[in-house]
């Protein structure tokens, strides 16, 4: 392929500028237009569509959100809609699509793929880290660290007021980022959708805590796995201790990428650009065991991914 282009869609996450920089670099590298698609399958369908060159992503490694913006676009999945940005692709001649986005872009790809033959490639890029065929999505490392600031800085005040904190955090229906950062953060409770949890018991235990002189608890709860306030006002009824709740919000959707997200960025652009060049097949890439990986768009959703040890450790270190 010659002529290739890319877009982020979807919930926008810490990374997705820098995986937008290696895709072009590569590409220019291997003597590929490269096309930039603004505001995901939103701009697609309108062609909102330019060619990008090597100045397009000086400086931009650093920051967080996509500089090509990014859309929710519950009408692409109408094929009509789909046409429109095939057709779109088409008059600029743009031979394959390199996608950034979680389940619900990747699910857009698929459409592509199966409706029109279109070459996709879809790399991970959502803070949920909620795709189970990779172990980690682009920007879920940064979310986490983001996740910790927060913890850290509650703690200092929890116990200085001698309080029950419940700290909201992103995540869906996946726990990830609670439980991640409930074990870096020396959380005490971590509730999270795929595990069930018992409210009398926690009450009773932060009662107890509270007796023999450990004044300050903090519960993570993941968005998926209850109401926040609903919690809150239980615990309080059943201990008698009150529980300040704190909803962190999009902050953690923002923010300069780690590391750890920018490396990830940088294997994932170059080897979804490698792919296209090669006129390879349509596919997901991700990484498992520190190694990049591809599979087909069909087992992107595939098999349960949550760490049953890692809860299990939470739990103990908590007691």
């Not at 439980?179 to 020396?186: C, D, I, M, P, T």
């Not at 919690?231 to 902050?251: L, P, R």
């Not at 994932?268 to 006129?279: C, H, N, P, S, T």
């Not at 990049?292 to 760490?307: C, H, L, M, Q, R």
Request: hydrophobic share 40%; glycine share 12%.
């Amino acid at each position: 392929m010659k002529k290739i282009a890319v877009l982020t869609s979807g919930g926008d996450a810490p990374g997705m500028n820098a995986c937008i920089r290696a895709v072009v670099r590569t590409a220019l590298n291997n003597n590929m237009d490269i096309y930039g698609v603004e505001r995901g399958y939103a701009g697609l369908i309108k062609g909102e569509i330019s060619r990008l060159g090597t100045r397009s992503v000086s400086d931009m490694i650093h920051k967080g959100g996509t500089f090509l913006k990014t859309a929710r676009c519950p009408e692409f999945k109408d094929k009509e809609v789909q046409k429109e940005a095939v057709e779109a692709l088409s008059a600029y001649g743009i031979e394959g699509l390199i996608v950034i986005g979680g389940d619900g872009t990747f699910r857009g790809a698929k459409d592509l793929i199966e409706n029109f033959g279109v070459p996709v490639v879809g790399i991970p890029g959502t803070i949920d880290n909620d795709l189970s065929y990779t172990d980690f999505t682009l920007g879920f490392d940064t979310a986490v660290n983001t996740v910790l600031w927060a913890i850290n800085n509650l703690r200092d005040t929890m116990h200085s007021h001698d309080r029950v904190c419940l700290l909201e955090v992103m995540g869906r229906q996946c726990g990830d980022i609670a439980l991640y950062a409930g074990v870096a953060g020396g959380a005490e409770y971590v509730l999270v959708p795929e595990v069930p949890y018992d409210l009398d018991e926690i009450s009773a235990a932060i009662k107890k805590s509270y007796l023999r002189g450990k004044t300050s608890n903090m519960i993570i709860l993941a968005e998926g796995a209850g109401k926040r306030d609903e919690i809150a006002a239980y615990i309080k009824e059943k201990s008698g201790i009150s529980v300040k709740v704190t909803n962190f919000g999009y902050i953690q959707r923002g923010g300069s990428p780690n590391m750890q997200d920018r490396l990830l960025a940088a294997r994932f652009g170059y080897k979804a650009v490698e792919i296209l060049r090669d006129d390879g097949e349509s596919c997901a890439v991700g990484i498992k065991n520190n190694k990049i990986i591809t599979v087909p768009f069909s087992e992107v959703n595939n098999g349960a991914k949550f760490d049953k040890n890692l809860y299990e450790i939470a739990r103990v270190l908590s007691l």
